[in-house]
C-alpha cells in the first residue's frame, strides 16, 4: 500500500491493518501508551476533561487505567505476546491531586500500572527542577530527554538518560525521549538546564542505536502532532513516534483528528504516529510485528477508551483513595452555580465563555485595572453547570498563579495581542481578554495579525491608545514572560506579582454570581 510523502488522512487509513508477515518469524510486541494525564486521577467528563458528573458520559481514572492496561497485559500474554508501557509526559499538572501532592500521587499510580519508560513534558517543571527531582529519583523507570542537557543542573545530573533499550519477544527495542524545547518559555526549568534541538537529539541517539545492531526505534515525543509530523518525515532511522503535548486524539472515534496510528513516509521507512488526546480518557494500544531488523512488518489497535466497561485496579483505587483523603473537604466546598457549563476546548482558538469568567473576575477584583489578559492553555478544564465546587475551579486553574499588576503602553498591549494569535489557533498563549476586543486575520504574516483593538470606556470602547499607559492584569506566569509574553517582563513600569491567587479570584466571582451568565459577546473575532 503507498502512503503520500508527508502524511495520510484518508479514510482508508481510518480502521488499522496488518501487513503480510515477513518472511521470518516476526517478533509479536504490544506497546501500550499514555500521554498527557495531567494528574486525572478521578474520572473525567468525556467531552471537557472537566469532573464527571451525573448524565454526563465519563471515561478515565488512575483504577480504571491501570485495570485497561492489566486487562491489555492478560489479552496480550494470552496471544504470546510481549507488552511495553510508556508515557509521554505531562502527568503533572491538572486537578486538586497535583496541587496538593505536587506529583507524588502521580509516581505511585505509575509505578502501579507497571510503566516501563517516561520522557519529561514542560509540565514536569511547574513547580521547578527540585520538585521534579523527587520525582525522578523515586521513578523505578526511566526517565528519557534525548534533547535536556542536565549537567549544569545538580538537581538532575546523571538522571535523566537519552535513550534506554530493552528485549521484549526477543525483539530488541530502544526508546528515545525529547521534550519540548519551548520548555523555558512554557514552565519553569530554572536557567540551568539546557534545551536543545530534538531532531538533533533524535538523530543522534539513531545513530548510537544503530551502531549496536538491528532495533526497532520508538520515539517518546513530547512536542506535540506537527511536530511529530515533521520528525517522522525529516529524522531517518525512527520505527513509532508516541507523542504527546498537543492533546491530539488518534483513534476511531468520532471525536478523533486523525487514524490511529498516523502514517507518514519517512526517509527510509514507514513511520506510525500515535497519541491519545489528554487526560487519560483513552489507552493507546499499538500491537506490533516486527522483522529481524526491527523494521515493523505488520500493525494493528487503537486507543481503548477507558469507560464503565472497563474494569477498575482495586491496589490504584486504593492508592487513589488514599491519595483524595485530605483533599475531599476542600473540594466538596461549593462556591456557587452555573447555569450551564463553561467548556474550555475553544479557549485556545478564540474567545470562550469560561476565558471571559476568568478575566472579568480579574478585572473586578483589582480596583482601577482596565485590561485583562491570560492564556487559554492555562484553562486545564471546563466548569459544569449547576453547582460549581472549590475543587471544580482549581482542576480549572491548577498551578497556583497569582494575579499580576503591572503598567503597560498601549503598543506592547498590541504586542502581547499579536504574540498570542501569533502562532494561530491550537497554540497555549492564544488570548483570552477583559476590557480589550480586537479583530485579527489569521493568515496575515505574524506579527501583523490584529487589526483593530479597543479598549472599554464606560460602556463604549474607544481605540488602543499606542502611547498611554494602561493598568494591566495577567497571571505572575505571564509577567515573567511565559508563552512569549517577553513584553510583560520586559516593558512592564511597576509590575506587582504576588496580587491575589487566580484559582481563589475566579471562585469568589462564582460565589457571588456576579458572571453567571457571562458568554461569548464579540470580544475576539477572526476575519
Known sequence: MLVSRRLLLGSALAVPFLRPAAAQPARAVTLLHVNDFHSRHEPVARATGAACRPNVECLGGSARLAGGIGAARAEAAAAGRAVLAIDAGDEFMGSLFYTQHRGAAELAVMKAWGCDAMTLGNHEFDNGVANLARFVTGADFPILAANIDARAEPELEGKLRPWWETVKGGARIAVIGVTTPETPQLSSPGRNLRFGDPAEAVARAVAQIRSRGPATIILLSHLGIGADRRMAAEVAGVDVIVGGHSHTLLAPEPEAEGPAPLLVEGRDRTVRIVQTGAFGRFLGRLDLDLAADGRVAAHAGAPVPLGLAVPEDARVAAIVEDFARPLAETRRRVVGTLPAAMSNTECRRGECALGNLVTEAMLARIPGAEIAITN?????????????????????????????????????????????????????????????????????PAGSRVRQAEVAQGRQFVPLDPNRVYRVLTNDFMRRGGDGYVMFRDRALDPYDTGPILDEVVAEAIEEGRFASLREDGRIVAR
Not at 494575579?403 to 498591549?413: F, H
Open 376 to 444: 487559554g492553555g492555562g484553562l486545564r478544564a471546563g466548569l459544569p453547570g449547576g453547582q460549581v465546587t472549590y475543587g471544580d475551579v482549581l482542576t480549572v486553574l491548577p498551578f497556583g498563579n497569582t494575579v499580576a499588576v503591572m503598567g503597560l503602553r498601549g503598543a506592547d498591549v498590541l504586542a502581547a495581542l499579536e504574540n498570542g494569535v501569533a502562532q494561530g489557533v491550537d497554540a497555549g498563549r492564544f488570548p483570552q481578554v477583559a476590557g480589550v476586543r480586537f479583530v485579527w486575520t489569521p493568515d496575515a
